[in-house]
């Protein structure tokens, strides 16, 4: 039976139609290089968190607070005490505006109890966390990626019972929540930058744990302050790498490159040190509590840079000159007198010259 | 209600149990809340044939196994109501059977007519009973429960949350997790070739209870005066027990379905009915069997002559913490995966034959995946038969009461030198002594000086603090070529710091720091003392921590192995078998005594 004209029309219509698809399709896919597939997701870049804050460059840079005891109550009086010697009003007011999302980050690097000094103590967290939601924050979050299983260091270092009776959120790190970070800013041609070992550098473009700095509109360091067997100390620069994913530990090869390198890509709110506790050898796990000193101090810091050459000195009790992620740091980062990086321009503070300051009256220190 | 309907809803709540069991199996749940510990493996442990094997190969009833009574009892008065009331992998088969099942009516009927070939069932659990008996257990292969739980942790979880993990997390990776999956799909797939085939034809445990039911007082009861011969009621016969004519109890489910399908009252769940009217045992032949047990003993002299888990130990065979001795292990371990499901860094990863053909699904440790947790012993709360026992903190790390005894070693960890970077290729690194977790570190480093790639120079000329170099002169060479360094090239770098080593004419040798070099000239921090003279060997050395394990430290836990950055599936260091405390106490099984003895031996 012949085909009606109807019939004609309905089917070559439909092939044609699909004809036409998979020719749309085709061409609109092409990849005439047949590299255009290939390759890694565009780079993030990280804020100046610090840049936000209305910070008088003759305020005090450096505040300590000492105090004996490991409650709650006498270590939240520190961490006031401590915040309270930068001034600019009750608390955290200068630094946390109503409504911020604050990314609090503790070192939580192992699945160890508070008492062996290995991580930040949870009282020293809760104290920060506590803070930040007086000064108005709309949400407090606490992240780290630490190098044994998340859940478990949360909950050994007891951070994450610390975290949920202040209200805030753990954030566990998954596969899904790492994004590459330009450390440095691409090339011309938007090929990444390719880091330097001869000028010290290590990171380039690196994953990142970045699903809770991407909602974060301030960062505050609260590293534990601790020995450390290859880099001689793990304290504020140090604390960043537990932001870092990938094959992290392949970095030891180059260690001061990279810590310095943490520096220079964290531009932190505020750092709160905590020197509660203070493990003072077989670093950075440690696991005795021989290895562990009361440090009975707070420190609370606009200069991450001084901040680690303090505590280098007055808590592990060495010579600040002696390491080297300091000085190099120095170098990517710190602060000159009148140079490209003068604070005016750069919008952080920067030296490890930590007595520069006290000579300068830069640094208060209480008692509680 | 209907008695079908209560028995969907039953097996909806308990598919449902099973799910929830599996979801709650993590370390966190269980560590806070020990009263999960005891529910979340109670499928395992209701399962006679397990109690019934373990009891076999180790002559006790381990804990949680007694809980088996619980089925094996009511199996005696009601048969094998296991098989479609409680069994998640019979559920499973029973509603993939139901939904895609694209028979007519007739198909329906035919294809629930018994089949010679279920008498196959009987004869894997007579020669996996026969193993067990020589000492080699092997129901967990094809043991429902086993085998459901095996899928869930290792397949069916992690696959599922794969596309999840945004909102759930990482999902876990098994290696041949996916061998387990197929079988699972294979047979779950064969419902629609016949139905409930694994439950008809392969089921051990079925089997078991099919043997268990022949005293059942309640059983399906036909009145020949009824019925019609109709045959509607194979149309739903989950168990293919012809209860159209004489009922074989070994294969009735007792759904149930045919009571309810028949449209006569024919049928009826009765006390004692006629003898006549049914048969009792299994559709056995006795030379099958015995052929069957005599499989059986073969393999288990498989598995034993393979040495595998003796002589020839594999000394990545290394056992959770808590485990028993190896053969101990192979008595015990039932291969549920539920420590694999449980462990919280994915390190216990599902064995094929490395502790030969019995230790097939057998937890191992692999430190590419994971690392054991300092503080962890969750494998040990949810092993159902005590192949991993169930020890504190305490006991793990050799504390407290424990402290005499020392910590629980799973093996011991070593350099692959050649890999190593500091060892062979002077990089600097020691990450390995990083992470090492305990207190001391059994990882340690040294500081060594070593002698730098063409490193031996002659001294041209030297001042207060420079020296220019030439190469060493080659074999029959009077003088050496020039230096060509690359400037900079021996300043060092903040890890790595470079040193020349001057050797006088009296043999007296003087290091000194190299501070920075040109093409051909060292200078160095401070000066010469004394200034070389030319013609002296002058040695570039470099400066590296290598780092070294302390055997009565290492506790195997494979941190090191985790994080070493040489990477891929063969690190730099690695951790093996050897040492591990569970063999201790046996002199012809421990895996390389001389490991702890002579460190012992040492001391004294």
Known sequence: ?????????????????????????????????????????????????????????????????????????????????????????????????????????????????????ATTDPQVVRSVIRLCNEAGASRVIVADNPIESAASCFARSGIAEAVEREGARVMIPARVHFTPLAIRPAGAGGEPYQPDPAKYEALGTWPVFWAPLREADKVIGVPAVKDHNLCHASMGMKNWYGLLGGRRNQFHQAIHNIVSDLGFMMSPTLMIADGVRVMMRNGPTGGSLADVKAGHTIVAS?????????????????????????????????????????????????????????????????NV | MRITTVRIIVQAAMFALFVAFVLLTTFSNLDESPSLRYCIGKFLEVDPLVSIATAITTHT???????????????????????????????????????????????????????????????VLVGMLVAAAFGSLQIGLLDPIVFVYRVFAINVVPTVNMPLQAFFGDYRMHAYGWVVGFLFVFFVSMNLVIPRFFCRVVCPLGALLGVLSRFAFWRIERDPAKCTDCGLCLQACEGASAPDAQLRMAECFVCFNCVEDCPHGALSFSLLPAPAHEVKNPDVKRRHAIFAALVGGLFFGWTKASGKSTRDFSSTVIRPPGSVEEQEFLERCIKCNQCVRV???????????????????????????????????????????????????????????????????????????????????????????????????????????????????????????????????????????????????????????????????????????????????LSIRGEFDPVPEAGQVAAIHLQLKVPKIDTEHCIGCGLCELECPVVGDRRAVYVTADGETRSMHYQDRHRNRSLRLMKTAGGQ
């Open chain 1, 1 to 117: 039976m012949p085909v009606s004209r109807r019939d004609f029309l309905k089917r070559g219509g439909a092939t044609l139609i699909a004809a036409g698809a998979a020719a749309g399709g085709a061409v609109w896919l092409y990849d005439r290089t047949g590299k255009a597939g290939l390759g890694q997701p565009a780079a993030e870049t990280l804020p100046n968190y610090f840049a936000g804050v209305d910070y008088p460059v003759s305020a005090a840079r450096i505040s300590v607070a000492r105090g004996v005891g490991t409650d709650f109550e006498t270590i939240d009086r520190m961490v006031r005490a401590a915040v309270g010697g930068l001034g600019g009003g009750p608390g955290l007011s200068r630094f946390i505006d109503r409504g911020d999302v604050v990314l609090v980050k503790p070192n939580v690097g192992f699945e160890r109890a508070p008492r062996f000094g």
């Open chain 1, 302 to 366: 606009v200069d991450q840079l001084a901040c680690d050459a303090w505590c280098y000195q007055n808590l592990l009790e060495r010579d600040p000159a002696a390491l080297r992620y300091l000085d190099l740091a120095q170098g990517k980062y710190g602060e000159t007198e009148s140079g490209p990086r003068s604070y005016a321009r750069a919008r952080r503070f920067g030296t490890r010259d930590w007595k520069a300051y006290r000579n300068r009256g830069l640094i208060v220190e209480a």
């Open chain 2, 61 to 123: 009833v381990y804990k949680g196994l007694i809980w088996s009574l619980v089925i094996l009892i009511p199996t005696l008065f009601l048969g094998r109501f296991f098989c479609n009331w409680v069994c998640p992998y019979g559920i499973i088969h029973h509603f993939i059977g139901w939904v895609f099942n694209a028979r007519d009516a007739k198909g329906k009927i035919e294809s629930n007519r018994y089949r010679s070939m279920f008498a196959f069932k009987y004869y």
């Open chain 2, 343 to 521: 462990c919280p860094t994915n390190v216990l990863q599902p064995a094929l034959f490395e502790s030969g053909v019995e230790g097939l699904w057998s937890p191992l440790m692999n430190f590419r995946m994971g690392a054991c947790q300092y503080h962890c012993t969750a494998c040990g709360y949810v092993c159902p038969t005590g192949a991993i026992q169930r020890i504190t903190v305490e006991e793990k790390l050799g504390l407290g009461a424990f402290a005499d005894v020392g910590p629980i070693r799973l093996g011991t960890a070593h350099f692959d030198i050649g890999r190593c970077l500091p060892w062979s290729k002077n990089i600097p690194c020691v990450v390995c002594e990083e992470v090492c977790p305990t207190s001391p570190k059994a990882i340690h480093s040294e500081h060594r000086q070593l002698l730098a790639r063409d490193g031996k120079k002659l001294i041209r000329f030297a001042a207060a603090n420079a020296v220019t170099l030439v190469d060493y002169p080659a074999a029959g060479r009077a003088v050496g070529d020039p230096c060509a360094f690359r400037p900079g090239e021996f300043r060092g770098d903040p890890t790595t710091s470079y040193h020349v080593q001057v050797h006088a004419r009296d043999g007296s040798v003087r290091t000194y720091p190299v501070a920075n070099n040109d093409s051909d000239t």
